[in-house]
């Protein structure tokens, strides 16, 4: 199976199957593309004014970046609301979770704006032309999509990490992670005293 396929698929399976996205709800996103789609520039507007609007998520980009960055953004739009949901797409999010790693995005960045998309989407339901219930059912399907990608994106970082330090250490994984247990577990005797719990 291909890299980005696996570390896709290995995040869905960490996850219980309740909270991911059905097909239903993948189906419920598509069917209202183009209520979804015409929300895209405002939505792109909203997402970066607020990576721009807060010193350490500005300082990723680069001078003259800001145009480029919202195309990426409205073509993640369209292909996320057009579909199809699978697992093309959860492997693409993979590899966009590694192209944020080189550019220094953190995963805080991260889910901080997977959520921003997903309350966008939830504040502005009522806009979106359809009655109640319709819209409340693809408010709450963007916030599993946004739920999965924090899990997918997260998960790459991780791998990404962990297989640059094997790669440089050259030391199994496994005993990467030993070690790595074992840092943590004396680093937990002074954050507890430090937390007080
Ligand atoms: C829900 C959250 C986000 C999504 C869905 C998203 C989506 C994307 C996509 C689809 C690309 C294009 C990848 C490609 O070239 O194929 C991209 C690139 C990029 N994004 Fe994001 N992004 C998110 C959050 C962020 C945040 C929080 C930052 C910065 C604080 C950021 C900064 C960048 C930068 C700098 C690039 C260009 C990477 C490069 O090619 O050098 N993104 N993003």
Request: net charge negative; proline share 6%.
């Amino acid at each position: 199976m291909d890299p980005m396929h696996e570390i896709a698929r290995q995040a869905i399976e960490q996850t219980p199957p309740a909270i991911r996205v059905t097909p239903e709800q993948a189906s419920v996103i598509a069917a209202h593309a183009d209520e979804l789609l015409a929300l895209g520039p405002e939505i792109v507007q909203a997402f970066y004014d607020t990576l721009y609007g807060h010193e350490p998520t500005e300082a990723v980009f680069g001078e003259g970046e800001r145009p480029m960055r919202e195309q990426t953004l409205v073509d993640w739009w369209t292909r996320t609301v057009r579909g199809p949901i699978d697992d093309n797409y959860w492997s693409w999010m993979a590899m966009v979770g590694l192209i944020h790693v080189i550019r220094r995005v953190t995963n805080p960045m991260m889910l901080a704006m997977a959520e921003f998309v997903a309350d966008f989407v939830a504040a502005n339901q009522g806009r979106l032309g359809l009655p109640p219930e319709e819209a409340h059912q693809v408010a709450e399907a963007f916030r599993r999509v946004a739920g999965m990608t924090g899990s997918v994106i997260t998960w790459g970082y991780d791998h990404a990490v962990s297989s640059a330090l094997f790669e440089v250490a050259g030391m199994p994984e496994a005993l990467l992670a030993r070690l790595r247990d074992a840092e943590i577990e004396e680093a937990l005797v002074g954050a507890r005293q430090e937390v007080g719990n």
